[in-house]
């Protein structure tokens, strides 16, 4: 079941990851090695620490615009708008968190997991905003997030959904495993504020890409990554 509270689950509990301050987010990090195990990056969990970051909340805006056309959901994003969303979605929900990915001192994305349930969680929200830093940096943090995942909250499967149009993101997936599982047509739905598509039938259907479904498994994912 999707959207499941995690309270009560033998499980990590993520609010005690999302703090008030950067100097005590740094504790709750994830480091990001390469295959020589050097330390190339930080995942450093959001929290309220964030919301008065407006470094962060500009360059979190900025990325969102420039990527815009690959989300289901789709609005004029801005420094309130960031902030509205990472406060009620990213921070004040218990089944979800994101990480602010750090190259030494200097944001350069962020990749994140929502929906997390005691057996299953949703890769989400992954941008990498700018240059600089390892050439496999978004494949090498992505699979220190689905480690953590699989190890630390004990999930046995990891979904996503991605648009078909999205071919650098798929690629990334299907190098941990990740496979499809279904595939759905979608319709643009225009309201005045923002733009949807939405999960429809073949008749209803306004675009020519789809919304895939995909998924790996914690024993698909550790076979690909540590053959």
């Excluded at 004029?76 to 406060?87: D, M, P, Q, R, V």
């Excluded at 759905?184 to 008749?203: F, G, Q, R, T, W």
Aim: glycine letters at 6%; one cysteine or more; aromatic letters at 10%.
């Amino acid at each position: 079941m999707l959207g499941t509270d995690l309270k009560g689950h033998n499980m990590i509990d993520l609010s005690t990851m999302k703090k008030e301050t950067f100097i005590e987010a740094l504790s709750y990090s994830l480091d990001v090695v390469d295959e020589a195990n050097n330390k190339i990056a930080s995942l450093i969990p959001i929290g309220n620490w964030a919301l008065k970051d407006s470094g962060l909340l500009s360059s979190f805006a900025i990325w969102r615009k420039m990527f815009m056309r690959f989300f289901l959901t789709q609005f004029i994003a801005s420094e309130e708008s960031t902030h509205g969303y990472l406060k009620k979605l990213s921070i004040g929900q218990s089944n979800r968190i994101l990480f602010a990915i750090y190259v030494d001192d200097f944001l350069v994305g962020h990749i994140g997991l929502s929906n997390i349930t005691k057996s299953k969680a949703e890769l989400d929200n992954i941008i990498r905003g700018v240059s600089g830093g390892h050439k496999d940096l978004m494949y090498l943090s992505e699979k220190t997030l689905l480690g953590w995942a699989f190890l630390t909250l004990n999930v046995k499967i990891i979904d996503a959904q991605v648009m078909s149009k999205n071919f650098m993101a798929l690629s990334l997936h299907e190098r941990f495993g990740f496979k499809s599982k279904e595939r759905h047509p979608l319709k643009k739905v225009i309201s005045e504020s923002s733009i949807a598509y939405e999960v429809c039938d073949n008749k209803a259907a306004t675009e020519k890409f789809f919304v895939d479904i995909i998924e790996v498994s914690k024993e698909d994912f550790t076979r690909v990554t540590t053959s």
